[in-house]
Nanobody, 124 residues
């Protein structure tokens, strides 16, 4: 049974930092691409960052230079380091995994497994 469990969300002021973690279990973690998505109230879920099984990375333009995605294959953990946070980064953040599709497109439909989400709130 595939399980993705996010942690690390919280409330910070603009300019602050947070690190999200996603613990994965129940599948061949190292062979899947992974990603972080977010969804703000009344908005569609959008891709934030993704990382391939070979650890290539891709970022949404809105977070380039501020967020860093990484993965620990030995411990099956995905990370998202978020710096210089802005109020518009406020959203529920989801960890996701997939295989067999173009992971670099950051499309929701290309990811098969999802966590329950962790809330990030950035105040001005």
């Amino acid at each position: 049974q595939v399980q993705l469990v996010e942690s690390g969300g919280g409330s910070v002021q603009a300019g602050g930092s947070l690190r999200l973690s996603c613990a994965a279990s129940g599948y061949a973690y190292s062979t899947y691409y992974m990603g972080w998505f977010r969804q703000a109230p009344a908005k569609e879920r959008e891709g934030v960052a993704a990382i391939s099984s070979a650890t290539s990375t891709r970022y949404a333009d809105s977070v380039k230079g501020r967020f860093t995605i990484s993965r620990d294959k030995a411990n099956n953990i995905l990370y998202l380091q978020m710096n210089s946070l802005k109020p518009e980064d406020t959203a529920m953040y989801y960890c996701a995994a997939g295989r067999g599709f173009p992971w670099f497109e950051l499309r929701v439909s290309d990811f098969h497994y999802w966590g329950q989400g962790t809330q990030v709130t950035v105040s001005s």
